[in-house]
Every structure is written in structure tokens, then in C-alpha cells.
């Protein structure tokens, strides 16, 4: 990173926070801070949605994993249409005329406050220790190409977020929700262009299409019904449209974007927004990864692209196993750029088959000699690529991107843990009748603890590949049965109270016994089989116990 | 701008549909001819 770069890093993350702050409105009134007083238009809506939920991780790793796999990983987003389109049908008008702050309210108005209460319960557990990863994932990333410690990287992306969240709210987050989308999509196709150019200069576009497919990288597709397989197109249809039913329909990060949507048509036309770009954004990103493995075909690689225990192996007693590899390597590459120039399909299969050894290899003498058997290079794949290959100014909009991304996935998720927080919890139960100024500072309040909260788990998540991994399957273990809690809700009358909150309990009990007895049934499915167990039970317990006076079924009439 | 106002949009969700279902069958065969 040149001192230029380093301007445009700091210009960009500075512009984004002031005019993020500069254009919030009415933030001294509850509403204003925590859902714009209702008047966001749908566009800036939409962008926040899609900001919200790609995170810095969706730019690094989901580059990395094309880079590996290829594009099969856009399967996981083919329910998103068509989620969006049943959301923009039930959900959407009934939370807005039912003029909640947060999605779990409605759960009250149709059922009864302990439903509510678990439901904004297990998304503010969940939520709170998955915003803590998403800091850490890209700061473990970004302090290894940076050079920086892991504190100053985690703190340099915490501290101006909840600076900005804190003081300008929802309005904060959704403008700069807005800028981050531009910047990602220029970023992206800029580095598209660039690799373009530099594969042309030494073969043919068709020939890198070619060399592409030939390695199964742009096998998109693939319709084989395998329940153990996690990315096929049933699990992204079936199993990624109940995950996206819920993330967009249950979730206050979500729900809180388009509740602050100047109207019913407003929110809708924001999710249309997202149902439209999400996949060839999505497609975009992908494609750069696949794009750098062929760029990689010519020019030379790292034989692993997280270098940051090179030097320790390097001076081990690995050292002269690694040195060796490293030479099989250089020469193995060489190979496969000749076989891939002449475009002899078989030799160039066969010489990319033992640079994948190669590479396996090494990753396991790092792993002996690291003690870290979780140690990948996956996530560190696109961002070599953008320091070593991009020109002046560009490597630093990318990594001012990646660091925006971090921040607005972040300060949406930290926004909606605090309404909640402030909205299911404090004013429910605590303090019921105090004035707007009190929520209001007490929401501030909130937002800066769960902001300090996140960097806390952040710099301990990081260290900690096991729990990142358990707090990232944590959303699959939940996420079905909220959104078979939201079915009973909206689509049926005859659910009781009780058949929600016992359905509720049922459908999380059910996911984690499937989930840690038959391991091999991939994630997607608990979404399913969540939703489906919470609605039988619900339903079950519905017919047979009798509905308590205390509740208000006839929420369907007035809404 | 009333809270309330709530058009149908049923032309704009089967765009959305066809649109994602071009899409999908559009990298099937990509995938089945560069493979």
C-alpha cells in the first residue's frame, strides 16, 4: 500500500461517516434515530438491505471460495427472488400497518409478550455474537495483508462505526449503506476489468472460458437432489429460500431497513430492488474469483496466499520440507502456465491437479508446525490479488471498501440489536412510560454497549476458529423456527399463543438434535425442518388447547 | 406519502421470477458447454 492509497482509504471511510451523519434527519426523536421517522425512499431502502447482509467476509471469502471452487456457491442465493417476492406479499404490509419498531412486536400484537420476548430473545443472542464475527473474520484477514495488530485492525473498523451508528441511527447506516453498494460494484467491476486485460495478454477470452470450465469452476448449476451436499439447486431453492423467508422476514437487521420505507409500496419496491441484483451481484463476485485463478494460470502465484507464518516455518525445522515445496511448486506452476498457453487440455488438468497437491501439502506442514489446524488461505486470495496486481488508487478504494463493508453490515446489525434491546426489553418490561428523550439516549446507550460488545467478541472470536464456526451454524439453528413462528402468525388465524411459543421451543429443540445427530444433513435443510416442526406443533397445540382471553386474534381484522 | 399506500405489483414479481429463471438456466448451460 503506496501513501496514496492510504489517502484514499481515509478520505473515503472519513466521506462516507460525515455525510452518513450530515444527511440524518429528526435523529432527536425516537422514530427519527431508530426508523427515520419512516421516510426513507426505496431505493436507498434496497441498497441498505443488500449492505446489511454483504459483509466484508462476502467480498474476501466468497471471491477465495470461486477462486477454489467456482461458482457453484451461487446457488445458495436462487430462493432470494422468490423469498422476496412472498415477503413483499405477507410480512412487509403487515409490519407496516402495524406500525412496530421491530418485527417481534407484531408477535405481541398477535400472540402475547413471552412469545415476543424469546423471539427478540434469540435474535438478539444470536445477532449479538454473529456481529462480533463479522468484525473479526475480515479484521484476521486485513491485519495479515496490512501488517497491523489485530486490535488496531478490529478497533479501526469498530470505532468509526459506532461513532456514526450511535449518533445518526438508522439514517447513518442506510446512507452509508448506499455509498458502500456504489463503491462495492465499481470496486468489483474495475478488478473484472483489470483481470480481463490481463489474461488477454496472454490468451484468448474463449481460451480462459475454457481453461475455466475445463477445471469445473463454471458448473453453476447442479440439480442432483443430495441432502448432504450444500450447495446444489434443491438446497438453494428449498432450504435457501426458508433461510432467506427468514433472514429478510424475521431478522430486526433486515426488517428494520424497510420499516423505515416511506410506505407499504416504498418497502416492497426496496426488496424488488434486492430480488433484481442480489444474483449478478452476487454473480460478479464470483466471477472476479474465478477470474483471478486464471489470471494465477500466468502469472506466478503464492504457493499459499496467507503468508503470515511464512517466515516462522521458514527458520523452523519445516523449513527445508517447506523450501522443497516451495521449488516443486515454482516449477509446477511453470508447467501449468505452458500447458495452459498451448491449450492442451490434458496436460494442463494433470499439472493443475499437482498444484492443488502442492498447496495441500504445505497447508499441512503450517498447520504441524503452527499448532492451527484450522489454518486456510481461502479468505486471502482476492486480497493479495488487490495489493499486488491493482494499480495506485484502486488497491486503496478496494481495501476502503472492504473496510466499508465491515462497518455497514455491522452498524445495521448493531442498530437493530439496540431497538431491540430498547424496544422488546427496556420499554416492554423495564421502564414502560418514560419520555421519547429517555429512549432516546437509552437506545444511544444501548448502541455503544453492543458496539463494545462486538469488538469484545471480535478480538476473542478471531483466535477462534471453532467458535466462529459454531456461532455462524448458530443462525441456521434458530432461523427456521422464528420464521415457523412468523407462518403461525400471518398465515393462520386459528394459532394460539400457546402453540406459538411451545412450536417455538419445539422447532429449536428438533434443529439442534438433527443438527448433532445427523451431521451429515447440510445446514440449509434446519431452516426447513425449523419452520415445518414450529408450525405442526404449533398448530397441533392450537387445535387442542383453547385460546386465553388474552389474546388478540382479531389482529387479522384491524390489519 | 401515505403509509398505507399498497398497489399491487404482481407484473413486477413474475419479471422477478422469469428474470431469476433465465438466469438459472443461463448458467446451467454455460456450465454444461465450458465444462
Redesign the interface.
Known sequence: MRPFDWFVVVAYVGWIIVDGLRRSKHTDQIEGYLLASRSLPWWAVGLSVMATQMSAVTIVATTGLAYSTGLRFIQNYIGLPLAMVILSLTVVPFFTRARVYTAYEYLEQRFDARTRSLASFLFLVGRAMSLGVTLAAPAVVMSTILGWTLPVTVLAICVPMIAYTTIGGVQAVAWTDVKQMFIVVFGMSAAVAILLYGIVQHVSLGQAIHLAGATGRLQAIDFRFNLTETYTFWSGMIGGLFLMLSYFGCDQSQVQRYLSAKSIDEARQSLMLTAYVKIPLQLLILVAGVLVFVFYLFQAPPMLFNRVHDAEIAAGPQGAQYAALQQSFDQEIATRRDAATRDDRAAFLASEARVRDIRAQAASVVRQATGDDRYNDVNYVFPTFITTHLPIGLVGLMIAAIFAAAMSASGGELNSLATATIIDFYRRHFVTDASDAHYLLASKLATSFWGLFACIVAMYAANQGSLIEVVNRYGSFFYGSLLGVFILAILTRRATAAGAFWGLISGMIVVLTVAFTLPWIAFLWHNVIGAAVVVAVGMTISFVAPRSDSEHSDVFDTL | ???????P?TS??IQ??V??AI??VA??V??R???
Request: net charge negative; charged share 15%; hydrophobic share 60%.
Open positions: 406519502m401515505s403509509v398505507e399506500r399498497d398497489t405489483m413486477i414479481y422477478v421470477l428474470l431469476e438466469i438459472v448458467l446451467w454455460f456450465g458447454m465450458f465444462s
